[in-house]
């Protein structure tokens, strides 16, 4: 799939090391896809809230569990190095069946697009647009999303190299105004496993676990697409490990300064924790610019989610013009992103209640193992019978 | 009385639709394919047209040729009235050198026997006398007409002699040009204080003068249906990569103009994204500036007749690079350049962000800045979104009416736009103070790009920012922001691209991004270069 306007441009390209027909991303940008993906909501909605002030275990034992099936998917794009999930499950699983799951899987990339849309177009609502409507604040965001997208998934991957950075350099600041402003209060993360593992365990699974690692499914749609092949399990450990820890880090910020309570009741408890800062009464109401740095998480886990349904539609229609679809599904994406939920507790509900247990863990977890079976077994049989030939 | 008008009116009308049709006579021509191919071979013809045995024949066809113009100049020498022995001295008025010609042309022409020029005449294999006597550095010979007539409207004289076919061309081209003077644009205060001209020999001679090397190489086209405007492409060979080069050779090829009045034209018609706002090719008037990026693998076109050389391939970073930055201290190099990131950012972000902070984000202000902003707003009738537009709009006027209004009457800008625009308005509650800060800050940031194309973008983006940032606040700004960005990443200029040692990030080029490190940590070249000639003259060579 090619979403790049050549433009005649190709002889040309090939001097510079990179050829113009094939998206090829760096490994850098890999990464740095890999880490804001990771990031998106869970940063927004605060991990693992119902351990009060042990969110920050579920939260390691997440990155565990994130490398374990992240192993599943470059296993399985180890056997089939050249197609994504939508294509190498028919190949798996036979044509009908395959396709059957390649279009499960396209429908599960809208509708986590839309959910997705619909977490930061609510959060933007909530915390500072309140007489905006969710559809005006989801318009701005689709339209960008689709300018980007008709420039195709390696503009998108220099963009997010980009945003990297000023996430990066935001964070650090906001961490830094934080600790200047003697905000950070350790005791409020004491005691630690008060009520024993069991609960913990029970966030882990299947919240922590699904959101944000499991998510990373979304990867065997571009796991081709990425120049230096050999390293993309490292590469990818990394980006977990990494963001992971970004991801612990950040809970025991949040606890340390707001408290557990506070924080199982907030919405959005980076915006309540930003909020607190105050130096010399003139650095204060930072909520505004975290709000801006949030919107880069979003745009990203909307546009690869976006990305990976119209790149899977492509694939098992065999279209020749995917541009084609970026207006239908944005559309599909934008209205859905309203009507999907009637309000935001609803919506809530179903995204923590009914979304982890019935679509996450199947699409995550289940069909990738199953996938994997198959083919390993498929692999065996066929090498038993060149043995006997 | 009345009868000769009628007469006069009927003639005319006749003569009118006589020419009429005779235009629908033509057009029908150029429709039939017969008479196209038939007017084509005429114009073939006309091509190899030669010259005759006979002086004045060839001397009336030169000037039929041009129209018999009042500044062509014909000197006749006769050298033996009974033979019919004459020499003609043919030269176009104000584009040749008259002392020359003078001295080195019609002096000795003058000193020559009629047994000389006979026996050339009669003997062609004998040694050449005429190329022997005229002492000037270049001396062609033709029989075309078309080749003779070009020659000569390019400064050239042209030497007929009687009984002859072949025309001697004596280069003799000299033209009134503007003196070597210091840049009027991109001005440095140390550095060298040289710059461009409209003459391309001198451009390419100040850069020849630079770069003593075999490996600079110079190329010519001659671009332009009506003017045939001269376009050099210079290279350094080995350093500049090939496939660039013949990359842009073949858009150059690809030029099909009437004429080509600045290096802008050819910047139109080879630049990769026609429809970006950014510039993706450098245009300098400094020799030093091209002199280093030729030393970084890229090429440089100079254009007849502007003093503005074309840079490629550019990428975004190299429009925040002065030259000055590599002439100071490197501590101050770093620290202008990252002040010039900063102007960027003002120029393009301030009023989006000033009014997108105070229409959705007062929280953001802190409260006694808040009260004091709220004050000087208080009374103003309009929207801030409408003083903000206004005022950038009037600003815009003021900038274009400095540029375009006569010296003699440039003090009124500053009066008027100064103290009434500005003074008056605030006092009479039209616009607020603030607004008009922000609105001068962005103006002063926006004169510190050292090239003034990237200015421009920024003074256009910065209407959508505004208007993003009045709509729906920081929001949108951050995401006219990713979409710019998006759009930054996916042009590039002639296969590298735009945004590049960013994004793609490139570690080894960080050097000379937003940090200038000193010139001896300068190991390897940018991108542009040839893949295989990365490495610089540098310290660890040295060293070994």
Excluded at chain 2, 2 to 28: I, P, V
Excluded at chain 2, 31 to 38: E, K, L, R, Y
Excluded at chain 2, 330 to 352: S, V
């Amino acid at each position: 799939m090619n979403l790049i306007p050549t433009n005649g441009r190709n002889e040309i390209h090939e001097s510079t090391g990179e050829i113009m027909n094939e998206i090829k991303i760096g490994r850098f940008q890999f990464f740095t896809l890999l880490f804001l993906f990771e990031l998106g909501s869970a940063v927004l909605f605060g991990m693992g809230k119902d351990v009060k002030q042990d969110a920050w275990i579920p939260a390691l034992i997440g990155t565990l569990g994130g490398c374990l099936i992240y192993t599943v998917y470059t296993m399985l794009h180890n056997l089939y190095p050249d197609l994504p999930i939508t294509s190498y499950s028919k190949k798996i699983l036979g044509k009908y069946i395959g396709s059957a799951v390649g279009f499960a899987y396209i429908v599960y990339f809208i509708y986590l697009a839309t959910r997705v849309l619909r977490d930061f177009d609510e959060m933007l609502v909530i915390s500072q647009y309140h007489n905006t409507s969710l559809l005006t604040i989801g318009l701005y965001m689709i339209a960008t999303i689709m300018y980007v997208m008709f420039k195709g998934f390696e503009v998108f991957s220099r963009v997010s190299l980009i945003l990297f950075l000023v996430h990066t350099a935001t964070i650090t600041v906001i961490f830094a105004l934080e600790i200047a402003d003697n905000l950070i209060i350790p005791v409020n993360l004491l005691p630690v496993l008060e009520k024993g593992w069991i609960p913990i365990f029970k966030s882990v699974f299947p919240a922590s676990l699904t959101v944000p690692f499991g998510e990373l499914i979304v990867v065997t749609m571009f796991f081709r697409f990425v120049n230096g092949q050999s390293s993309i399990r490292n590469i990818g450990f990394m980006a977990i490990i990494l963001s992971g820890l970004y991801l612990t880090f950040r809970s025991l910020i949040n606890i340390a300064i707001i408290g557990p309570d506070v924080r199982f009741r907030s919405t959005f408890p980076i915006i309540s924790e930003v909020g607190l800062i105050n130096i010399a009464n003139f650095i204060q109401r930072m909520d505004s610019f975290v709000i801006a740095v949030l919107v880069i998480l979003g745009f990203v886990k909307v546009y690869i989610f976006y990305y990976c349904a119209l790149s899977g539609a492509s694939d098992l229609f065999k279209l020749k013009k995917p541009e084609k679809l970026i207006f239908p599904f944005g559309f599909i994406i934008i209205i859905f992103s309203v009507f999907i939920a009637p309000n935001f507790n609803f919506h809530m509900k179903i995204g923590f209640n009914i979304v982890p247990l019935y679509l996450h863990i199947p699409f995550q977890i289940g069909i990738p193992l199953l996938l994997l079976a198959v083919a390993l077994i498929k692999i065996k049989r066929s090498r038993l019978r060149q043995q006997d030939c | 009385m009345c009868s000769e008008k009628k007469l006069e009116l009927l003639t005319n009308f006749l003569r009118e639709a006589g020419s009429l049709a005779q235009f629908f006579k033509s057009r029908k021509g150029k429709q039939g394919s017969q008479t196209d191919s038939a007017s084509n071979s005429k114009d073939k013809q006309d091509d190899v047209q030669t010259f005759t045995f006979n002086l004045e024949t060839n001397i009336q066809l030169i000037k039929d040729t041009l129209g018999n113009p009042p500044d062509i100049n014909v000197r006749k020498i006769e050298i033996d009235k009974e033979q019919n022995y004459t020499i003609a001295v043919i030269r176009m008025d104000g584009m040749s050198d008259k002392m020359e010609i003078n001295s080195s042309v019609i002096e000795p022409l003058t000193k020559l026997t009629f047994e000389q020029l006979r026996k050339q005449l009669e003997n062609p294999n004998s040694s050449n006398t005429l190329s022997k006597l005229i002492s000037v550095n270049k001396l062609s010979c033709y029989t075309e007409v078309n080749k003779v007539v070009h020659s000569l409207l390019q400064g050239n004289a042209a030497i007929l002699v009687n009984h002859s076919q072949e025309i001697y061309m004596a280069a003799t081209r000299m033209l009134k040009v503007r003196s070597i003077t210091e840049p009027t644009s991109q001005t440095v205060i140390r550095g060298p204080k040289d710059s461009f001209t409209e003459d391309l020999r001198t451009n390419t001679s100040l850069i020849r003068a630079r770069i003593t090397n075999k490996d600079l190489k110079l190329e010519m086209v001659n671009k332009g249906e009506v003017t045939h405007t001269d376009i050099e492409l210079m290279y350094i060979k080995g350093i500049a990569d090939e496939s660039i080069l013949s990359e842009v050779r073949r858009r150059l090829e690809k030029i099909k103009v009437d004429g080509i009045l600045e290096s802008s034209y050819v910047e139109e018609f080879i630049q990769d994204s026609r429809f970006s706002l950014f510039p993706t090719i450098l245009s300098t008037e400094r020799p030093d500036v091209v002199v280093s990026n030729l030393l970084e693998g890229r090429f440089a076109i100079f254009v007849y007749g502007t003093p503005y050389v074309l840079i490629g391939p550019a990428a975004f970073i190299q429009f925040f690079q002065s030259a000055e930055d590599y002439y100071q201290n490197q501590y101050m190099g770093t620290f202008i350049r990252i002040l010039r990131f900063i102007a960027f950012f003002i120029a393009l972000y301030a009023p989006g962000l000033y009014v997108a902070i105070m229409t959705h984000h007062h929280g953001l202000i802190p409260t006694t800045l808040l009260v004091s902003l709220a004050g000087q707003r208080e009374g103003v009738p309009f929207p801030i979104i409408i003083e903000g537009l206004v005022m950038e709009i009037v600003f815009e006027v003021l900038r274009e009416a400095g540029i375009r209004m006569p010296r003699a009457v440039g003090q009124t800008v500053s009066i008027v736009g100064a103290l009434i625009l500005g003074q008056a308005a605030v006092e009479a509650g039209f616009v607020s103070a603030s607004t008009v800060i922000v609105v001068s800050l962005t103006a002063i940031a926006n004169f510190t790009m050292p090239f003034f194309n990237v200015a421009i973008a920024a003074r256009l983006l910065r209407f959508f920012i505004l208007l993003l940032g009045s709509f729906i606040g920081l929001y949108g700004i951050m995401l006219g922001t990713f979409m710019i960005l998006a759009h930054l990443c996916s042009i590039r200029s002639f296969g590298i691209p735009y945004f590049e040692p960013i994004a793609p990030f490139r570690l080894n080029e960080q050097k000379d991004v937003f940090v200038r490190l000193p010139i001896p940590y300068h190991f390897s070249r940018p991108s542009p270069a040839n893949p295989e000639q990365k490495k610089r003259a540098g310290r660890k060579q040295n060293e070994k």
